[in-house]
T-cell receptor, first 109, second 114 residues
Framework: KNEVEQSPQNLTAQEGEFITINCSYS?????LHWLQQHPGGGIVSLFM???GKKKHGRLIATINIQEKHSSLHITASHPRDSAVYIC???????????FGQGTELSVKP | GAGVSQSPRYKVAKRGQDVALRCDPI?????LFWYQQALGQGPEFLTY????????KSGLPSDRFFAERPEGSVSTLKIQRTQQEDSAVYLC????????????FGPGTRLTVT
């Protein structure tokens, strides 16, 4: 079993839909990261959180430490949101990231 | 300022050749990480530097892989006697140490071993 599990692996949505991507991890962490990767492109950090909830524009990330679970929500999805979204965890300050497999999101106009 | 840069962006090597991949981190960033991303997979950790010290190399898949950061800035990942299973995108990331945990990623080097 992977340390970091994401679901779903693939997701197709219509423009405007509310999207949720889930991430579960198996042991206690220092921080959880949500990252975005466009095809052929580099990885961009969206959120880093260790508790509660963060919001940036149409993106919302939540984490439940007790349940070892995090969700990434996209409100009013747009085709430009199409990308791979990756959940990753770190166990110590400035430490290495352990990545999930990624969720490939496609938003159709 | 400039972000993390990597060179070359693409590299094709014949099996058995040695390759060297370069990473220029963001100026002043103390921590530097190398990750390997196989096609369709999430990245996997290879090695980590704090300044010039290689603090963790537990992810290097074999002794054919070697990384260095001699002056605590630019880093080079070297792969000797490349094999087909080494084909992947090699990502470099840097971060400020201590208070800052966010990692800034370079565009990656896509290595294809034929």
């Amino acid at each position: 079993k992977n340390e970091v599990e994401q679901s779903p692996q693939n997701l197709t949505a219509q423009e405007g839909e509310f999207i949720t991507i889930n991430c579960s991890y198996s042991v206690g962490i220092s921080a959880l990261h949500w990252l975005q990767q466009h095809p052929g492109g580099g990885i961009v950090s969206l959120f880093m959180l260790s508790s509660g909830k963060k919001k940036h524009g149409r993106l919302i990330a939540t984490i439940n430490i007790q349940e070892k679970h995090s969700s990434l929500h996209i409100t009013a999805s747009h085709p430009r949101d199409s990308a791979v979204y990756i959940c990753a965890v770190s166990y110590n300050q400035g430490g290495k990231l352990i990545f999930g497999q990624g969720t490939e999101l496609s938003v159709k106009p | 300022g400039a972000g993390v840069s990597q060179s070359p962006r693409y590299k094709v090597a014949k099996r058995g050749q040695d390759v060297a991949l370069r990473c220029d981190p963001i100026s002043g960033h103390v921590s530097l990480f190398w990750y390997q991303q196989a096609l369709g997979q999430g990245p996997e950790f290879l090695t980590y530097f704090q300044n010039e010290a290689q603090l963790d190399k537990s992810g290097l898949p074999s002794d054919r892989f070697f990384a260095e950061r001699p002056e605590g800035s630019v880093s080079t990942l070297k792969i000797q006697r490349t094999q087909q299973e080494d084909s992947a995108v090699y990502l470099c990331a840097s971060s400020l140490e201590e208070t800052y945990y966010e990692q800034y990623f370079g565009p990656g080097t896509r290595l294809t071993v034929t």
